[in-house]
């Protein structure tokens, strides 16, 4: 089984989080929404956060001086058939509204109550309706997608925690 490892920002500014719509992917040929991020780097496997901001700078031009609160709130595991997909996803904001054109996609600020319209991913749209219901807490959450008995797709939710035991 492989492994792949990825970081995801969401950053928000007035309410608005910056937002990438993809329309020529390599994965799918319909368009969808993302946040920013991307793959670990070998040089970045022990420092999700490195590599977190080194997509928001390559995707968006944001340097790290211009993020505030950028905090992982997040790890979000799933199969995708012989693979074991892990997401690191950090929330942050910025004053700064401009941002650079990225090759990878159209960039956009959306609103945060229109983010569940988008065609997103089904395990972010999981992550975003918990981190409505949770958005004052500051640990970070493990989910792991499932499926139910009647082979509907879940998350299962768990508070990351030291349990200060061998």
Same mark, same amino acid.
């Given at each position: 089984?492989?492994?792949?490892?990825?970081?995801?920002?969401?950053?928000?500014?007035?309410?608005?989080?910056?937002?990438?719509?993809?329309?020529?992917?390599?994965?799918?040929?319909?368009?969808?929404?993302?946040?920013?991020?991307?793959?670990?780097?070998?040089?970045?496997?022990?420092?999700?956060?490195?590599?977190?901001?080194?997509?928001?700078?390559?995707?968006?031009?944001?340097?790290?001086?211009?993020?505030?609160?950028?905090?992982?709130?997040?790890?979000?595991?799933?199969?995708?058939?012989?693979?074991?997909?892990? $997401?690191?996803?950090?929330?942050?904001?910025?004053?700064?509204?401009?941002?650079?054109?990225?090759?990878?996609?159209?960039?956009?600020?959306?609103?945060?109550?229109?983010?569940?319209?988008?065609?997103?991913?089904?395990?972010?749209?999981?992550?975003?309706?918990?981190?409505?219901?949770?958005?004052?807490?500051?640990?970070?959450?493990?989910?792991?997608?499932?499926?139910?008995?009647?082979?509907?797709?879940?998350? $299962?939710?768990?508070?990351?925690?030291?349990?200060?035991?061998?």
């Amino acid at each position: 089984m492989k492994l792949r490892q990825m970081a995801t920002a969401f950053i928000m500014n007035d309410g608005r989080f910056i937002m990438m719509k993809k329309t020529n992917s390599k994965l799918f040929d319909f368009e969808f929404w993302t946040a920013l991020g991307g793959h670990l780097e070998p040089n970045e496997i022990n420092n999700a956060r490195k590599a977190c901001l080194r997509e928001i700078f390559e995707e968006s031009g944001l340097q790290e001086n211009e993020l505030k609160e950028l905090d992982m709130r997040y790890v979000l595991l799933r199969q995708k058939e012989d693979e074991i997909r892990m $997401q690191f996803v950090f929330f942050g904001s910025t004053d700064k509204t401009e941002l650079v054109p990225s090759d990878e996609g159209e960039l956009h600020w959306v609103e945060e109550a229109r983010l569940i319209e988008l065609n997103i991913s089904t395990i972010i749209r999981k992550m975003l309706e918990h981190y409505s219901a949770n958005r004052d807490d500051k640990r970070v959450f493990v989910g792991t997608m499932t499926k139910t008995d009647e082979d509907k797709p879940s998350v $299962q939710w768990s508070l990351m925690t030291d349990p200060m035991v061998f």
